[in-house]
């Protein structure tokens, strides 16, 4: 029995000290930072080759719909998002894929994207993966603006 | 109370009988290996290397200074606990995997420690794991961690399987209380352990579809994991034992009373000189009865394995043990073993103290017959009855120079207490810093007399203990 006890103190104490280690030193740049937007994505992330214009770019003021590439989210699927733009502004986000949809990730960070009118969002704790590749890809659609 | 000089006369077999260790040395048959303080010491630490893989893959993941808020601790704590549990979920089942390496190598003493040890760690972290990260999501969210709970259930990927794998895991959190295992019978108790392969079916989608740390670079470690530990259950449980029942095909010989309560199986078969067992290792027996097929149950070989029949000792004290008194001759019989490392092998020095109590004399009984002659036997009941072997236990003091001392009364009874007192045992063996002991008992005999034995100043590597709890 005192070893059980043992056993579950030194998990405790191991955990607080793994995670208080984490807190101390400068904090980080904000999360994108930490998960650089690459216009040009990397070979691995290719954008699908259904990326593509779904209308003219020359219209300037119509409201148009942007398909971005899909990035893999290591593991969890790919995500792809469309954008609904007129102009510059970005009217909307919408998932075309997202196979792992965590903690409400599609909605928190749609909030994000039209709150700040860019691709710079905050990770979301518990789906990483899934919130840069959904940035990379939205960055995507930005671009083709 | 029992009939017969020797189990040999019973069955029927020749009286004169070779020495067992001579006959299979001779056979050729087997190596068995001691168990190995080295095998100890690799295991323990690729048990601890594997744990700091699976940490170093979240050390990694997560940049320094990155945990500002109490959110972003409560969810790294969530994650910490989360790769433990996971972990440690696998390292249960491979220490109940059966696998002889380990069976033979670790005693069944260090094994149902660990097993102990490492289940209340699973299932402590597995609710840190959920109450961490539900708060943590519900911190980030501003949300009543009630709402965060249903959200998380609606829209995360095998999340459902995962909450009901650790509903099942707290019930077993539950039955291993000593209060609640008194009142739950061996058969619901069983089968709710039987659940933890549930568990482990049940979580593994969510821990590759959501863990950060088990995507990317983690993920072939925790695949090597999956893989290791399903092959070594699938060696220990169907490979191993599907080889030795087909090879040795067990049938009930016999069933012989022992004492008021106590009876003998023997168990015949094909070859059993070729099965690899030494007196003090015990098997799992399965008996194919119509309502015992179910249950498979350890005991000890209660004589040394003979080339024509094995012998196991059994107490009648409940429903099952009480069903197999009434064993029909030619029955099937599925074994799993040999198991443990209470062997004669262990010996290192040239004489032996045995010290028995209750069916804990099985195994030492057995191991009488491998020890080299002049063993001392201390045999402890608290009544007259209870004592079983004594006719066998007079033939090995005529042919093997035993001396057996029986120790008799209640516990409180001055006789008893002075037998196993640091006076009583240096009076009733006097070289007894200079003996290997072997002991096998209830728990609390079984401490007792060890802390008597380090007063007497006998090293702890001579001491030999056999769990007698299963």
């Known amino acids: 029995m005192r070893r059980v006890l043992i056993a579950i103190l030194g998990t405790a104490l191991g955990t607080a000290l793994l995670v208080g280690a984490k807190a101390l030193g400068p904090s980080p740049q904000p999360a994108v930072a930490t998960a650089p937007l690459d216009p040009t994505p990397s070979p691995t992330h290719r954008p699908s080759p259904k990326a593509s214009h779904t209308s003219s770019p020359k219209a300037t003021t119509k409201t148009r719909t942007i398909l971005g590439g899909a990035f893999s989210a290591a593991g969890f699927g790919d995500v792809q998002v469309r954008v609904v733009v007129t102009g510059q502004h970005l009217d909307d986000v919408q998932v075309v894929q997202m196979s792992n949809r965590?903690?409400?990730?599609?909605?928190?960070?749609?909030?994000?994207?039209?709150?700040?009118?860019?691709?710079?969002?905050?990770?979301?704790?518990?789906?990483?993966?899934?919130?840069?590749?959904?940035?990379?890809?939205?960055?995507?659609?930005?671009?083709?603006? | 109370v029992s009939a017969g000089a020797s189990p040999a006369d019973r069955f029927?077999?020749?009286?004169?009988?070779?020495?067992?260790?001579?006959?299979?040395?001779?056979?050729?048959?087997?190596?068995?290996?001691?168990?190995?303080?080295?095998?100890?010491?690799?295991?323990?630490?690729?048990?601890?290397?594997?744990?700091?893989?699976?940490?170093?893959?979240?050390?990694?993941?997560?940049?320094?200074?990155?945990?500002?808020?109490?959110?972003?601790?409560?969810?790294?704590?969530?994650?910490?606990?989360?790769?433990?549990?996971g972990y440690a979920l696998l390292v249960q089942v491979l220490l109940m995997s059966r696998l002889g390496l380990l069976e033979r190598n670790v005693s069944a003493n260090d094994i149902i420690r660990w097993h102990r040890e490492m289940g209340a760690t699973v299932i402590i972290t597995v609710l840190a794991h959920v109450a961490f990260l539900l708060a943590g999501y519900a911190a980030q969210d501003n949300a009543p961690i009630v709402s965060e709970t249903l959200l998380v259930l609606r829209t995360y990927q095998d999340i459902v399987s995962a909450f009901v794998?650790?509903?099942i895991l707290a019930g077993?959190?539950?039955?291993?209380?000593?209060?609640?295992?008194?009142?739950?019978?061996?058969?619901?108790?069983?089968?709710?352990?039987?659940?933890?392969?549930?568990?482990l079916l049940l979580s593994y989608g969510h821990q590759f579809a959501l863990g950060r740390d088990l995507a990317g670079p983690g993920r072939a470690f925790w695949i090597a994991l999956y893989v290791a530990v399903l092959l070594a259950l699938f060696w220990g449980r169907v490979v191993d034992p599907l080889r030795l029942n087909l090879r040795h095909r067990l049938r009930v010989a016999n069933v012989v009373a022992e004492g008021h309560d106590t009876f003998s199986i023997y168990i015949r078969g094909h070859r059993l000189d070729e099965l690899g067992a030494q007196a003090g290792q015990f098997f799992r027996w399965r008996f194919l009865t119509r309502n015992g097929w179910w249950q498979s149950h350890p005991f000890s070989l209660s004589a040394a394995p003979h080339h024509a029949w094995l012998r196991l000792t059994i107490k009648a004290v409940g429903g099952h043990t009480e069903r197999l008194r009434h064993l029909q001759p030619g029955a099937r019989v599925l074994a799993e073993g040999p198991s443990g490392g209470f062997t004669a092998e262990r010996q290192r020095r040239p004489r032996a103290l045995l010290i028995a109590a209750g069916s804990g004399i099985a195994p030492i009984r057995a191991l009488l017959e491998e020890l080299p002659p002049g063993a001392t036997v201390i045999y402890r009941a608290s009544v007259p009855g209870d004592l079983i072997f004594t006719d066998e236990l007079d033939w090995l003091a005529r042919t093997r120079d035993t001396r057996v001392h029986y120790v008799v009364g209640s516990r409180d009874a001055p006789g008893p207490q002075w037998a196993l007192s640091p006076a009583g045992l240096a009076a009733l063996v006097p070289d007894v810093a200079r003996r290997d002991v072997y002991l096998c008992g209830p728990e609390g005999l079984v401490s007792a007399a060890t802390d008597v034995l380090r007063t007497l100043r006998v090293p702890r590597r001579h001491i030999h203990r056999d769990p007698f709890e299963f």
Do not use: C
């Open chain 1, 102 to 145: 965590p903690l409400n990730a599609p909605e928190r960070l749609r909030q994000q994207a039209l709150a700040s009118q860019s691709a710079r969002l905050t990770i979301i704790s518990g789906a990483t993966y899934t919130s840069r590749a959904y940035m990379r890809s939205l960055q995507s659609a930005l671009d083709k603006r």
């Open chain 2, 12 to 85: 029927g077999a020749p009286r004169v009988r070779a020495d067992q260790r001579a006959l299979r040395a001779a056979s050729g048959a087997h190596v068995v290996v001691p168990p190995s303080r080295t095998f100890k010491a690799v295991f323990v630490a690729n048990f601890w290397l594997g744990l700091a893989v699976a940490l170093g893959v979240w050390w990694l993941n997560t940049p320094s200074g990155s945990v500002q808020s109490t959110a972003d601790a409560l969810i790294e704590v969530g994650r910490v606990t989360g790769l433990v549990s």
């Open chain 2, 165 to 167: 794998a650790t509903g």
């Open chain 2, 172 to 199: 077993i959190g539950l039955l291993a209380v000593r209060a609640v295992r008194a009142i739950v019978s061996y058969e619901v108790w069983h089968f709710l352990h039987l659940a933890t392969y549930a568990v």
